[in-house]
């Protein structure tokens, strides 16, 4: 999924969004009945953009989830740990910010995991490769087109695991 517009909607009580908060965010979508979606969304732009514009298309995307009128899902997500920060302008704590503000207005339930520990969950390895975690996805069913959509695929498993709502 490349474009806000192509966000999955239809929100039900026991929907989980799982998302790896990056310059390409990974998300996966738990519906209720186990039906799960997931891809990728780069919200990278313009070398000459201004500051603000790829926080405003994450939250617009984010916005995309509500716009069905159905209630907010509970949210799951990881940062990397090994961010190698590509721009002054870009750094992945601002999505969680952004992340974090559009989760209190939509009074929904939100928190985080260790990205090492998702890793272990998914691997058996806490520095586990992420052509180790695309195998692993595809070895559970998935077909991730990338590392941050496996993740996001691995942290929705980790998170009905370890925390079922």
């Not at 026991?14 to 209720?32: E, M, S, V």
């Not at 617009?60 to 302008?89: H, M, T």
């Not at 090492?116 to 975690?133: E, I, K, M, T």
Request: proline share 6%; glycine share 10%; aromatic share 10%.
């Amino acid at each position: 999924m490349n474009s806000p517009s192509d966000s999955p909607s239809g929100f039900g009580p026991r929907t989980i969004l799982a998302l790896r908060l990056d310059i390409k965010t990974g998300w996966a979508l738990h519906r209720p009945g186990g039906v799960i979606s997931s891809g990728s969304v780069n919200f990278a732009g313009y070398q000459l953009e201004r500051f603000g514009k790829k926080y405003a298309r994450f939250s617009r995307w984010l916005g995309e989830f509500n716009r069905s009128g159905a209630s907010a899902p509970v949210v799951r997500f990881v940062i990397q740990n090994r961010i190698a920060v590509r721009s002054p302008v870009w750094h992945p704590d601002a999505l969680l910010g952004v992340m974090a503000i559009w989760c209190e207005r939509c009074e929904t339930d939100y928190g985080g995991w260790n990205e090492d520990s998702v890793r272990h969950f998914a691997c058996g390895d806490f520095s586990a490769p992420d052509r180790d975690l695309i195998q692993s996805a595809v070895a559970a069913g998935f077909h991730p087109k990338d590392a941050g959509e496996a993740m996001a695929i691995h942290l929705l498993r980790y998170s009905l695991k370890e925390a079922p709502i």
